[in-house]
């Protein structure tokens, strides 16, 4: 089946760790997106990629880091610069020519102890 | 900037009331206007848009109508299931070259039996 999957579902680190959450989509999209979900409140987007080997900031990056090696594969490192960062973290992506409809993976909840 | 506002929730219904969801913008030029559903735990799905001034979006029931003379896109579904339980978000996207995706802070649906 073509989808987008998040690895893992929910995730717990220690306050000053980095950490890396996994996004693979086999759906040959072009784009991906990293978002950010907190309480009662909308999606942010942290990063986003059109092409591989290529990325752009969003609204909320600091603190944030990504890489695009691969078309299929977005990961998102979460870097103890990161002041808050508990929530939740959902990808998307799209394909070329429809790039304003994105698609989303099922998310991962990030807990930092 | 681009931006939406939707209607705080959260909104409890009995089975087979009216649903309405609330949802303005702001934006330049001639955005796209999308709603994503939240089933609890998991990531957004795209329950319809529509790309220009009175289209009309529908799927599972629900409908929502690009109102560019109001800036709104309403969400509207006639007869609600307990299944309709989730978080509804109202979206834009304003077409240029990032197509980035504003949201807003979601409205949250508990459908009663």
């Known amino acids: 089946d073509g989808g987008i999957t998040q690895s893992p579902k929910y995730l717990f680190r220690k306050e000053g760790q980095n950490v890396t959450l996994s996004c693979e989509q086999n759906l040959n999209h072009d784009a991906m997106y990293w978002y950010r979900q907190d309480p009662g409140q909308g999606l942010r987007l942290i990063y986003y990629s059109q092409i591989v080997n290529d990325f752009q900031k969003g609204d909320i990056a600091e603190g944030y880091s990504v890489s695009r090696e691969k078309k299929e594969s977005f990961p998102l490192t979460v870097t103890s610069a990161q002041k808050n960062p508990t929530a939740f973290y959902l990808c998307a992506s799209s394909i070329k020519g429809a790039e304003d409809t994105q698609y989303f993976g099922p998310g991962t909840r990030l807990t930092v102890l | 900037g681009n931006s939406v506002t939707q209607m705080e929730g959260p909104v409890t219904l009995s089975e087979e009331a009216f649903l309405t969801i609330n949802c303005t913008y702001t934006?330049?030029?001639?955005?796209?206007l999308f709603w994503y559903v939240q089933y609890p735990g998991e990531g957004l799905q795209l329950l319809l848009k529509?790309?220009?001034?009175?289209d009309k979006g529908s799927n599972k029931g629900f409908e929502a109508t690009y109102r560019k003379e109001t800036t709104s896109f309403h969400l509207e579904k006639g007869s609600v299931q307990v299944s309709d339980s989730a978080v509804y978000f109202c979206a834009l996207s304003g077409r240029t070259n990032d197509y980035k995706l504003s949201f807003g802070a979601g409205t949250t649906v508990t459908v009663r039996a």
């Open positions: 934006a330049t030029g001639y955005p796209s």
């Open positions: 529509a790309t220009k001034a009175d």
